[in-house]
């Protein structure tokens, strides 16, 4: 018994463990995953300027047409080089069948004439992904074809997740 009241009072709380977590610094991890796209788009029925959007991509799967577009809100011709653009501005809905997506701004440069090319980017809106997009940024480079057979692109990049 002796014993047992010795080794207790020799035990005294060491509070300086504690002491230094009021000093701990958290700090956010940020980290990348790269995203990619293969999509078509026509042109939706009702609504001018919008294209529903169909196709794959990563971290959603099969893309949910009904749900998908580009809408565009500013075209113009502008001329870069010495060379004549159609200069498209609007934003992009992306939503999986999972009902996984990402809303972004758009900004692209389409060739005139017909068939045309273009090239662009995605500038994802913070705050506004869900299921695997939550949390994301970043900007996705688009390129692709607008020809008799519909629009075609793809889309490569990296999100941002903070």
Same mark, same amino acid.
Request: with cysteine; hydrophobic share 35%; proline share 5%.
């Given at each position: 018994?002796?014993?047992?009241?010795?080794?207790?009072?020799?035990?005294?709380?060491?509070?300086?463990?504690?002491?230094?977590?009021?000093?701990?610094?958290?700090?956010?991890?940020?980290?990348?995953?790269?995203?990619?796209?293969?999509?078509?788009? =026509?042109?939706?029925? &009702? $609504?001018? %300027?919008?294209?529903?959007?169909?196709?794959? !991509? /990563? #971290?959603?799967?099969?893309?949910?047409?009904?749900?998908?577009?580009?809408?565009?809100?500013?075209?113009?011709?502008?001329?870069?080089?010495?060379?004549?653009?159609?200069?498209? =501005?609007?934003?992009? &809905? $992306?939503? %999986?069948?999972?009902?996984?997506?990402?809303? !972004? /701004? #758009?900004?692209?440069?389409?060739?005139?004439?017909?068939?045309?090319?273009?090239?662009?980017?995605?500038?994802?809106?913070?705050?506004?992904?869900?299921?695997?997009?939550?949390?994301?940024?970043?900007?996705?480079?688009?390129?692709?074809?607008?020809?008799?057979?519909?629009?075609?692109?793809?889309?490569?990049?990296?999100?941002?997740?903070?």
């Amino acid at each position: 018994m002796l014993m047992a009241g010795v080794l207790i009072s020799g035990c005294q709380k060491d509070t300086s463990l504690f002491e230094d977590q009021k000093n701990v610094e958290l700090k956010l991890v940020q980290f990348t995953k790269p995203f990619k796209g293969n999509f078509e788009a =026509e042109p939706h029925p &009702e $609504i001018p %300027g919008r294209y529903m959007v169909s196709g794959n !991509a /990563t #971290l959603a799967g099969k893309v949910n047409p009904e749900e998908s577009f580009y809408q565009f809100t500013h075209m113009e011709i502008v001329e870069i080089d010495g060379q004549l653009f159609l200069q498209l =501005e609007g934003w992009a &809905e $992306i939503v %999986g069948a999972n009902g996984h997506g990402l809303k !972004a /701004t #758009l900004l692209s440069y389409q060739t005139l004439g017909f068939p045309a090319t273009f090239q662009g980017k995605l500038f994802v809106i913070p705050g506004t992904g869900t299921g695997q997009f939550q949390g994301c940024s970043g900007t996705i480079d688009s390129s692709g074809e607008v020809g008799p057979e519909g629009l075609f692109m793809t889309v490569n990049g990296h999100l941002v997740y903070n």
